[in-house]
């Protein structure tokens, strides 16, 4: 059985080098698909392609406007490749209309100097910790196992406003898949608003930008396999309309697999 | 007399409705223009384009390569305009080649509710800070005052490694010139790379990716004037040959001004 994960990244080539996808109900936000399959989606459309080099370092995805169900195409287009590195654009269409824009580096890993300052946040073991019931927020929150230790989105339309907007909680495909550099783009987007989490009101919100960071290469990914991630959000600043939100995930024996940054509309 | 950053964020128009700029020798780096230079000037040829909507709200920009001293093209496109949002992107090019791709997302503020979590570290008053000697590094750090309170990038040749990459400083255009977006955006890419501060030793070092949240509008950048900047740095991995950092900016008031993060490429 395909998992939903890898129906939704499915993209098949047009004769002019694009690529033709279609948006997945396993993955619908309340309106249009999850950002993070989309961003899973525009990283996908650069891992397929025949002139690509090395594995992604960065990746920056812009939410251009809606993406209605059904059909879409990913045009990615080098725009320079060095030795070593490798700078991409990214252009997502239904018809006429661009839907999402975003840019990738990608480079060729390898050994260096290194060392982790973020540490993985201490907390309890993920089977002590009850799932987070996605039901009703939206399809593709099912998608996702999700165990918070700290900061969950609250779902009482009366719950008060947080002293701050900081999660903490171990997240996990469901079903259970192997890590790969898709799952962990779509990863780093699992996190809520932070809006709705220090300021628990159905205001509209959505990401506008998201940016990725990615620190793990291919045997980083196959050390993780399909084991649960542990992930720590918060947001630095809210006001005129937006707010931004910085991120880490961590891996097994607290490997930093990635840092992502995002910047959220919201209204009132 | 016009201020060398104002000459060097000159762009004239071409017939095309691409911009035509050249490199500034007082914004040089060791190799190229200072970073935070051709930031700026991303951003301002979307701040000059007719269409333009509203003001920045978030800024990506990938250094593709080297850009070499004399002119550049700079093109502008927007690639989708909304009510109150629009999404660019941004190519600079040395005859057909890509130096540098961007994108930035435009948006027309409005109040919303509001709150800062990244408060603004306690710092010695800059004036009892001696100013950082940029003689030397490169052109560019001539152009700011520097005043560490916290982690300066050593700069003797046998200086032990640092038990963190956190820089905390005082800094300002020299001479001072009132904040506007591109100054914002140039003072984003002040920060040394964070290996040269965690591991002082000459490393060939360089941003690859840098993302920028602004968080003011033409009033609060207007609040601020021409008064020192607060910023704050830090690295959260260094391995696989790259490393990300985290950067705040807070302007008069503790104000959170920007908020913004690179992935560095470093070498050894």
Redesign the interface.
């Known amino acids: 059985m395909t998992h939903p994960f890898d129906e939704a990244l499915r993209l098949e080539p047009d004769s002019d080098g694009s690529w033709i996808g279609a948006t997945h109900p396993a993955y619908a936000n309340m309106v249009g698909p999850f950002g993070g399959i989309t961003a899973a989606l525009m990283l996908q459309a650069v891992l397929r392609h025949p002139g690509r080099l090395g594995d992604p ?2 990746l ?1 995805v ?1 939410y ?2 809606p993406i209605a169900d059904g059909a879409f195409r990913i045009q990615a287009t080098p ?2 490749t ?1 030795r ?2 490798q ?1 991409w ?1 990214m ?1 997502l269409t239904q018809g006429e ?3 999402t ?3 990738a ?1 990608f ?12 540490t993985m946040p201490a907390a309890p073991a993920p089977e002590s910790l009850a799932r987070y019931p996605g039901a009703g927020v939206a399809a593709w929150t099912e998608r996702y196992d999700m165990r918070f230790a700290r900061g969950p989105m609250p779902l009482a339309a009366d719950a008060p406003e947080q002293p ?2 900081i999660s903490e909680l171990w997240l996990r495909d469901d079903p259970p898949r192997a890590l790969d550099f898709p799952a962990l783009a779509a990863l780093c987007d699992v996190f809520f608003p932070r809006i709705m989490v ?2 628990p009101r159905r205001v509209p919100a959505g990401t ?2 998201l ?1 990725i ?1 990615f ?3 291919a045997a980083g990914l196959a050390a993780q396999g399909d084991r649960a991630l542990f992930g720590r959000a ?9 707010h ?1 939100q ?1 991120g ?1 995930l961590w891996g097994v024996g607290g490997t ?1 697999l990635a ?1 992502t ?1 995002q ?1 959220v ?4």
């Open positions: 370092v960065a920056t812009n251009a406007g725009m320079r060095n070593a590195t700078h654009t252009l209309q661009v839907a824009t975003a840019t580096v480079g060729l890993r390898r050994d260096t100097w290194s060392t982790t300052e973020a701050d907007s220090r300021r506008v930008s940016g960071g620190h793990v290469d918060c947001g630095s600043r809210f006001g005129l309309g937006y931004d910085t880490h930093l840092s940054h910047i509309y919201f209204k009132e």
